[in-house]
Nanobody, 132 residues
Framework: QLQLVESGGGLVPPGGSLRLSCAGS????????IGWFRQAPGKEREVVSC????????YHANSVKGRFTISRDNSNHTVYLQMDGLSPEDTATYYC?????????????????????????WGKGTLVTVSS
């Protein structure tokens, strides 16, 4: 069964940092655009960051720009989300998802809850709680 597995969530105080990891089970994330999404309680899921599979292009939502960094390590077949300067508003379950070429990067950036398309594979999520 092809799926994504996230790790690295936890409880962190405001201003703290976490690094989330996303790896494929049964396939390699190297061949896909990978996006990080989050869903806070009572809110819709939203796209946070995306990284392309070919040239490594990156996208970050305005709400996290300058604080979060998405990257990939093809030697470890893993995509990371480095989160710095965390605030309580960042509290959510974070999911990674994969979309194949050739439109994966564009579709990742444009993803919205309720779209007429979805990412191809999703992980089950990892909870990030920012609280003192």
């Amino acid at each position: 069964q092809l799926q994504l597995v996230e790790s690295g969530g936890g409880l962190v105080p405001p201003g703290g940092s976490l690094r989330l990891s996303c790896a494929g089970s049964g396939f390699s994330v190297d061949d896909y655009t990978i996006g990080w999404f989050r869903q806070a309680p009572g809110k819709e899921r939203e796209v946070v960051s995306c990284i392309g599979e070919s040239d490594g292009s990156t996208y970050h939502a305005n709400s996290v720009k300058g604080r979060f960094t998405i990257s990939r390590d093809n030697s470890n077949h893993t995509v990371y989300l480095q989160m710095d300067g965390l605030s309580p508003e960042d509290t959510a379950t974070y999911y990674c998802a994969a979309m194949g070429a050739p439109l994966g990067f564009k579709l990742c950036i444009l993803w919205r809850s309720g779209n007429n398309y979805d990412m191809e594979y999703w992980g089950k999520g990892t909870l990030v709680t920012v609280s003192s």
